[in-house]
């Protein structure tokens, strides 16, 4: 049982990783792409998040005080909150198919989905992203997870404005439709 509490987080994000790099290789041409700095940027903050959450001694103090009392309750609600939104943004990504990109991106023959866990949310890969970092910041339940999710929060907001944006040039009314209809991050919400 010990090995579950400590291997169950790093195994659903590393097949999480796994899984999102076997699918990137199978996506259309892409037309427009983001400046580097602004892909750069991002990869930062998620990265500096990542790693706020794995190492649970840091030269800070204040950041490994609890906001959650350390329980199996917390442990096991945030390895559900974390595997249902690694799965939604699994969900996402197969359909999506091959308009997906890592960064923010118009593809050759771009189009708009907005079925499937697009009719709920409309970046619903950040949506389950950001609640994997949510779940696992809760199995932690200390303050360095609470500004991993800050982190990973403000690097999404940055790169959703930026395709939203991309997204209205490229779709013009059935975009503005699309964004009158569903939100962006949480259903009747944001």
Known sequence: ?????????????????????????????????ESSLSRLTRSVSIILAALLLYFPKLPISFLDLRFLPLSNLCFWIGAIITAGGLYFSVWARRYLGKNWSQAVTIKEDHELITNGPYALVRHPIYTGFLFGFIGTSIAVGEWRGMIAVALVFGALLYKLKLEEKWLREQFGDSYEIYCLRVSALVPFII
């Open 1 to 33: 049982m010990q090995y579950i509490y400590h291997y169950l987080f790093e195994a659903m994000w590393i097949i999480y990783l796994i899984y999102w790099w076997t699918m990137s290789r199978d996506v259309k041409v892409t037309i427009r792409t």
